[in-house]
């Protein structure tokens, strides 16, 4: 959501202009794929987007971003949809030798700096899918953050949705029922980003290889159990944000309406195309603002991309000299801690290419249904989860040890990974949360169990935790 535009309201002949130009640079897109133009790398790039908290002494929401960036100075720090939101973004590190212990050496340091800037102003950071203290009256259009790009978000869903109000309803232990005349239930909800550069020969293996990798990761990295007190899913992040982004779009083959924020229609055939053609095709325009680029800048095309929030989204970046492809990994939450996330990244790079790089193409042996019900039932039950795994019915957790953590090993040892990397991230980490089956999700879960419905005294603990940096699997009640 971040790219600012200069607009808020948008008239039809902006909208029915920037159709137009989004058609002409997916045409130009097409020739771009059929000529070869895009970046080829032997050594790939990924990168990472971590959303975070700005809480209070008192561990509530603090709406501070504007001043707390401005102090914090720093171009890796960037504003979110609410006020008590922000981003943390790193640069892009080759895939080779060590790049997770890079990314954890710059995420550390830029989070030093995050916090010392919050003790500033007697607050806190914090890194958690969804903030137990949050409650329902403090989600409205008074904490949106500055700049036209967000307000128009809210104004233009409402116009597609012609008035009508958003109706959420989320079932889990409790329900969670509400009616809503903004978006801003979708900043209770913050996650990590893993992009991975591709090249055009394998963007198609290793982009439906992250759709069948998504069922295990959102339930190896559940960490958003609670919504205003409620008990949802091990992961409520996936149906707020659908649901607090909900717009009418098209219907699937099986006459379904598609979300704005969604898993998807299939697995891809044959190139990224496919996705800006549904694009063109499927969506309207959310944010018809027009550029005075060229169509080599493909600003139009990107900037309604970035309005269609795919689990998995396809990315054209670059520019017209030297675009690349890359896949933006979006399913899993931010936290617990810093070794957490960047574990959970090493995680799905590895799944990814493991599975893109199977002689038997793996997607013929996995239907995309099921590919779907994986990922709907692992957000909801998370390692308890039992998914359709290549024709057999099994519990997520048993996989994950059994199977999916030796397959992500060998996929980050065949990229040129040092194999201490691999280990220590994998076996040390990943490994050993799925086999006590001690995620971010379940140690709040079992907190409350515990202490009862305090999540004041939830968040204190998880905070002091986290602060201590050790992995989450090591945390105690």
């Given amino acids: 959501m971040g790219q600012e535009i200069s607009a808020v309201s948008f008239s039809d002949e902006d909208r029915k202009e920037f159709q137009n130009r989004v058609r002409e640079e997916t045409k130009l897109l097409k020739a771009w794929f059929d000529n070869r ?25 603090y709406p501070i971003n504007e001043e707390f960036l401005q102090k914090a100075k720093s171009e890796f720090l960037v504003k979110e949809l609410s006020q008590f939101n922000f981003e943390v973004n ?8 060590s790049p997770f212990s890079q990314m954890k050496v710059q995420l550390e340091k830029l989070w030093k700096r995050c916090h010392s800037t919050s003790q500033h102003f007697d607050g806190h950071c914090m890194l958690i899918g969804v903030l137990p203290t949050i409650r329902e009256e403090m989600l409205n259009l008074d904490c949106i953050s500055s700049g036209n790009r967000y307000l128009a978000v809210n104004e233009q869903i409402f116009h597609l949705r012609e008035g009508r109000p958003i109706k959420i309803h989320i079932e889990g232990e409790d329900v969670y029922q509400q009616t809503l005349h903004d978006v801003m239930l979708e900043a209770a909800a913050t996650s990590i980003q893993v992009h991975l550069q591709v090249n055009q020969e394998n963007a198609v293996r290793l ?43 098209f219907k699937n083959k099986k006459n379904e309406s ?20 549904e694009n063109l095709n499927g969506y309207p325009p959310l944010l018809p603002m027009l550029s005075e680029d060229p169509p080599e800048c493909m600003s139009h095309l990107s900037l309604h991309n970035g309005t269609i929030w795919r689990w998995n989204r396809p990315i054209i ?37 493991y599975f893109a790089n199977l002689d038997k193409v793996p997607e013929e042996s996995m239907t995309f249904t099921d590919c779907t019900n994986n990922f709907y ?33 060998e996929g980050l040892l065949s990229q ?62």
């Fill in 90 to 97: 790193l640069t892009p590190h080759f895939l080779k030798e």
């Fill in 317 to 353: 970046g670059g520019n017209e000299d030297s675009p690349h492809l890359r896949i933006e990994h979006r399913i899993m939450p931010a936290g617990p801690t810093i070794l957490d996330i960047i574990a959970n990244t090493a995680f799905y790079i590895g799944l990814a290419h």
């Fill in 377 to 409: 039932s692992a957000a909801q039950f998370g390692f308890r989860s039992k998914v359709q795994w290549f024709g057999r019915k099994i519990n997520v957790q048993k996989l994950i040890v059994d199977n999916l953590v030796s397959f992500a090993k």
């Fill in 258 to 277: 598609v979300g704005r924020v969604t898993f998807g229609t299939g697995y891809l055939k044959h190139s990224f195309l496919e996705l800006f053609l």
């Fill in 416 to 477: 040129g990974i040092d194999r201490e990397e691999v280990s220590f991230y994998l076996d040390g980490i990943i490994h050993q949360r799925a086999l006590n089956g001690n995620n971010g999700s379940s140690w709040q879960r079992a907190f409350i169990e515990h202490y009862g419905p305090d999540f004041q005294a939830l968040s204190e603990k998880y905070l002091e935790l986290q602060l201590k940096g050790r992995p989450v699997h090591e945390w105690k009640i």
């Fill in 207 to 249: 982009f439906n290889a992250s759709l069948m990798a998504s069922a295990p990761l959102v339930a190896c990295a559940a960490n958003s159990p609670f919504l205003y007190g409620k008990s949802l899913w091990d992961e409520s992040r996936i149906p707020i944000f659908e649901q607090a982004i909900n717009i009418p779009s």
């Fill in 37 to 61: 133009r895009f970046t080829y790398e032997d050594v790939k790039k990924i990168g990472l987007e971590i959303e975070a908290w700005i809480i209070d002494r008192d561990h509530l929401p």
